[in-house]
């Protein structure tokens, strides 16, 4: 194997964000792009000889042929073995698993998420570490920090690699093994929940279910898992074939963008479950007949009946959720007698609570939710605790949340997302709401009197790390909030996500519809940031 070091040019905007460095396809297919970025990690990483790495992604446009420059620069660079999902596949949630479960010093997640894939659309590529999570701050900034002075990369001189047969072949000292990427994540849902009991039910008509692949990654493991394994009626997985352009749809799972399952649960005859996930597989949407569940209720759900289920029944450490999800959780954790941690918007930011086992569940508003069996959201997890939780309960997911609702109260919740708004505007926006919050506390706004308005700051209780200017808060006398922050996931301008919760414990007011309920709070949120004269927009563009 003859290797060569070719001299490159730096680019000065491969930051990672969020979730790792997400551009435009074009961008990424700029001369050296993504050749920079993979070795401005193995730079950051240091000596791999020897290491395993996993690698996979999505299956959007330019997966393939992004995974052929991987393993060439991981053959360069030393590494002893890569483990590959076949045809480049692997979810999110089961990279973190096969990198967890075979001791792994890390790996590649080729993934823009929620992000709609194509040759005019998105890619992301980020590095996971050991834990099987997303590479910590101190990491990506040193990746970043890297990129912007690297000179030279590293890559091996062969033909591209077949991955798409499973079995092991080398290039050069480095072994290649391509992996059935379903197999080991499987396994893991098995050992969580009762497979049993779920498919006595799914056979016997007592469950009905719709899931919504979004011609995405999960739609291998849906079938898999769900029609195979469990006994769902063949058609129970719909879109589950994954397409470079995800069908030209747009694969995040909300009302909007899977207005398809949504219909399709508000109709006649709808199923008991229906859910869908995203483009990487570590997000979900979780609806009843007639009924949608935010992803902060069921959070919040989970966590209350988690005992309920065979691997988690000796209860939980704690829960964590991101800041700007709404404090349903809170209320399960108080009555609960455990920790409830609140963090910045990142996944990265659960991960030093679950490696410290401070906590079991956590999530996140924007449809992602997880437990301490890997250390990324995961999509079809959350559906499959669904499906056990009815199965257990022998209740439709209406009454379940409910009946959670009369016994913790209901915390009315809504996210307002401005997107594709020049980005200078939005950091407008954000200054023009950091200069009030000096004068906002003790203020009132009708039956609201500000407790709180500031920056949301973060220190980390695990390794004391700080994370400022996380979103802006502002917290009343009453508990409701609002939220203001940037998006750090989109490739296109800015996103300005509004966040709004009030809280009602009378039960007799918990049938209104959210936007009714919060309708003052949004109105305020809307003054307070002028984000329709700023930018002309006539109102959100998504709401959930």
Request: hydrophobic share 40%; with cysteine.
């Amino acid at each position: 194997m003859q290797i060569e070091t070719r001299k490159t040019t730096p680019y000065s905007d491969q930051k990672p964000g969020t979730s790792g460095l997400r551009k435009k396809v074009k961008v990424f297919l700029q001369e050296n792009y993504l050749e920079n970025f993979v070795q401005s990690v193995f730079d950051t990483l240091g000596d791999v000889a020897g290491k395993t790495l996993v690698v996979g992604g999505d299956g959007r446009y330019l997966n393939r042929q992004a995974i052929q420059t991987i393993i060439k620069m991981s053959a360069a660079n030393g590494v002893g073995r890569l483990l590959i999902g076949q045809g480049g596949l692997m979810s999110t949630p089961a990279a973190s698993c096969v990198i967890r479960k075979y001791k792994a010093h890390g790996g590649f997640v080729l993934s823009a998420s929620h992000n709609p894939g194509g040759p005019d659309q998105d890619f992301g590529i980020k590095y996971n570490v050991t834990n099987g999570g997303p590479a910590p701050e101190n990491f990506t900034d040193a990746v970043y920090a890297r990129s912007r002075v690297i000179d030279q990369y590293k890559i091996a001189l062969a033909e591209d690699v077949d991955i798409d047969t499973i079995g092991e072949t080398r290039l050069g000292e480095m072994a290649i093994q391509i992996i059935d990427p379903v197999s080991d994540y499987a396994q893991l849902m098995e050992h969580l929940f009762d497979f049993n009991l779920i498919e006595s039910a799914l056979k016997s008509g007592a469950i009905t279910l719709s899931y919504d692949a979004m011609h995405a990654v999960t739609g291998p493991y849906a079938i898999r898992i769900l029609e195979e394994r469990l006994g769902a009626p063949i058609g129970s997985v719909v879109n589950g074939v994954p397409l470079e352009d995800f069908g030209g749809g747009h694969p995040d799972p909300n009302l909007t963008h899977a207005s398809e399952l949504a219909n399709r649960m508000f109709g006649a005859r709808a199923p008991t479950l229906g859910a869908a996930s995203d483009g990487d597989g570590d997000r979900n949407m979780i609806m009843g007949s007639q009924f949608f569940v935010t992803p902060s209720d069921s959070l919040a759900v989970l966590a209350a009946n988690a005992h309920l289920l065979p691997g988690y029944k000796e209860g939980l450490r704690g829960v964590a959720r991101s800041m700007p999800t709404s404090q349903a959780v809170d209320r399960v954790a108080e009555a609960m007698g455990i920790e409830c941690y609140e963090t910045p918007t990142g996944w990265k930011f659960f991960g030093n609570l679950l490696d410290a086992r401070k906590i079991t569940l956590c999530g996140e508003e924007s449809f992602g939710t997880s437990s301490d069996h890997v250390r990324e959201k995961d999509g079809l997890w959350a559906v499959l605790f669904w499906l056990n939780l009815i199965a257990v309960r022998k209740q439709s997911v209406a009454e379940i949340v409910r009946e959670h609702w009369r016994r913790f109260g209901r915390d009315y919740y809504s996210r307002h997302d401005y997107e594709g708004m020049p980005a200078e505007i939005g950091a407008a926006i954000i200054e023009h709401l950091r200069a009030q919050l000096p004068g906002l506390s003790g203020k009132t706004f009708g039956p609201y009197s500000v407790r709180v308005a500031d920056d949301f700051c973060y220190r980390d209780p695990v390794d004391g790390s700080v994370s400022e200017k996380q979103g802006i808060r502002v917290i009343f006398e009453n508990g409701a909030r609002i939220v203001i922050r940037l998006s750090g996931t989109g490739t296109d301008g800015a996103t300005l996500r509004i966040y709004l919760e009030r809280y009602e414990r009378d039960p007799a007011q918990h049938g209104l519809d959210p936007q009714e309920a919060l309708k003052d709070l949004i109105e305020l949120a809307e003054s307070l940031s002028e984000v329709k004269i700023r930018t002309g927009m006539s109102g959100p563009t998504v709401i959930t």
